[in-house]
């Protein structure tokens, strides 16, 4: 598979136990904000997203939660799944206008479910 | 719905070379963006391409360029190769320019500078 997890911080759960994954976001002026989930082999998948003017939006076992004053993105995953092993990445957009705008990823999260 | 897709999947090329990446966006997409994905650097913004013209621009050096052609299908050009240049280049495709929330990604070309 591709080594797209290399130098990346890595968080181990228990299936079915919940899991928390951090991202520290650069820009206070961005204004959109996603998750992704790469998994080995594939091209990264669309998750979740949250606008600067929400804290949290949830999805199916997902929730992601925005704290603009410390520049902090977090997704939730309830009762944990193997197939939720993966890379999980934030991105950060900022948009400027007429369709323009500034695409920013985190580094990414692996996580490793234990049966 | 067929979806994105790369080619070639796998690549090697050696320091001054050239080379020439393509995507197929999803039928109806007209927007194409391209990515790199290093273990160092992460993921990082190209270029966006709608309609035939560049939309968008990330931060990277006049080597790096792109086209569109009139059936949506992009290349990426990337010219007197590096050795950091190895990386997946990933394409992603959506309906509208700038409809980052809406971007469907394809699996990657792995290239490998020598």
């Known amino acids: 598979g591709e080594n797209v997890g290399l130098h990346l911080p890595t968080l181990s759960v228990q299936e079915s136990d919940n899991s928390i994954i951090n991202c520290a976001y650069s820009n206070s002026a961005s204004d959109y904000f996603i998750w992704y989930k790469q998994e080995s082999g594939k091209g990264p998948q669309f998750i979740i997203d949250i606008r600067s003017n929400m804290d949290k939006r949830q999805g199916q076992r997902v929730t992601v939660l925005l704290n603009k004053t410390v520049k902090h993105l977090s997704l939730q995953i309830a009762a944990t799944q193997p197939g939720d092993s993966a890379v999980y990445f934030c991105?950060?957009?900022?948009?400027?206008?007429?369709?323009?705008?500034?695409?920013?990823f985190g580094k990414g999260t692996k996580l490793s479910v234990i049966p | 719905k067929a979806g994105v897709t790369q080619t070639p999947r796998y690549l090697i090329k050696t320091r001054g070379q050239q080379v020439t990446l393509s995507c197929s966006p999803i039928s109806g997409h007209r927007s194409v963006s391209w990515y790199q994905q290093t273990p160092g650097q992460g993921l990082q913004f190209l270029f966006e391409?709608?309609?035939?013209?560049?939309?968008n621009k990330g931060n990277f050096p006049g080597r790096f360029s792109g086209r569109q052609f009139s059936n949506s299908r992009s290349e990426m050009n990337v010219s007197t190769l590096e050795l950091g240049d190895s990386a997946l280049y990933l394409c992603?495709?959506?309906?509208?320019?700038?409809?980052?929330?809406?971007?469907?990604f394809g699996p990657g070309t792995r290239l490998l500078v020598l």
């Open positions: 992603a495709s959506s309906l509208g320019a700038g409809s980052v929330e809406t971007q469907y």
């Open positions: 991105a950060e957009t900022l948009y400027s206008g007429a369709g323009s705008y500034q695409l920013t």
């Open positions: 391409y709608f309609s035939e013209t560049q939309r």
